[in-house]
C-alpha cells in the first residue's frame, strides 16, 4: 500500500489540514505552548473531524446541488474556505464565548496569566516598578511601549522614563532617554495608574 497515491495523500491533508490550522490559530490567539508532534496529528485528525461535522449541511448542499454546475475557481474558494478560513473562524468564535462574562461563572477565562490579560488588552498606563532591590522606575506605557507575551519570558518597554517625586508621584520625563526595558527576574511589583 503506497500511502503517496494521489487520493491516499489528498484524504490525508484533507483530515489534517483544518485541524493544522485550528490549532496554530487557537496558539496564536489563546497565547499557549505548542504540543509536541504525536499529540498535535491527533488533535489535528480529531478537529478536523469537528470542523466538518459542523460544514457538513454546507458541504452536503454544495456538493449536490452547487459545486457540479459551478465553475472551477468557486470551487476552489469553497475549498479553500471549508480548510482554511472556517478552522479560524471556530477558534475566534471559541475565543469570544470563552471571554464572555456570562460562562466566566462556569468555565476558567482562556488567558492563562495576568501578565498577559492586562497586557494583552493594550491599554495605556501610567506604571510605576518596584524592583527587588527597593528602586522604583515610574513611566508611560503607551501605544508605542510593549510587554512579552505567552511562552515567552516576562519583559515590559516602556516608552517614556519618568523621575518619580518624594511622594511617589510622576514628576517630570527624563530627558534624552527612548524608555526603559524590564526584565521580570528583577521585577517585585507593577502598579498602574489610568491614563487620561
Known amino acids: 500500500m503506497d500511502i503517496w497515491e ?71 474558494f469553497f475549498g479553500l474556505f471549508v480548510l482554511f478560513i472556517a478552522p479560524v473562524v471556530w477558534v475566534c468564535a471559541l475565543r469570544a464565548i470563552r471571554r464572555s462574562t456570562l460562562l466566566q461563572r462556569w468555565l476558567p477565562h482562556p488567558t492563562e496569566r495576568p501578565w498577559d490579560y492586562v497586557f494583552g488588552n493594550r491599554n495605556p498606563y501610567w506604571v510605576i516598578i518596584t524592583m527587588k532591590d527597593g528602586k522604583r522606575l515610574g513611566g508611560k506605557y503607551g501605544y508605542n511601549s510593549f510587554s512579552s507575551s505567552g511562552t515567552s519570558k516576562e519583559q515590559i518597554y516602556f516608552e517614556e522614563t519618568w523621575e518619580l517625586n518624594a511622594d511617589g508621584g510622576f514628576e517630570r520625563p527624563k530627558e534624552t532617554t527612548a524608555g526603559t526595558l524590564v526584565v521580570s527576574s528583577d521585577i517585585e511589583s507593577i502598579e498602574f495608574f489610568h491614563w487620561t
Not at 489563546?30 to 460544514?55: E, G, H, M, W
Open 6 to 76: 494521489a487520493n491516499k495523500l489528498a484524504l490525508f491533508a484533507a483530515f489534517v489540514i483544518p485541524g493544522f490550522v485550528s490549532l496554530k490559530a487557537y496558539e496564536l490567539l489563546f497565547l499557549c505552548a505548542p504540543k509536541d508532534t504525536a499529540n498535535q496529528l491527533v488533535d489535528a485528525v480529531a478537529y478536523s473531524c469537528l470542523n466538518y461535522a459542523i460544514l457538513f449541511p454546507a458541504i452536503y448542499y454544495a456538493n449536490f446541488y452547487v459545486l457540479e454546475s459551478s465553475p472551477p475557481i468557486f470551487v476552489g
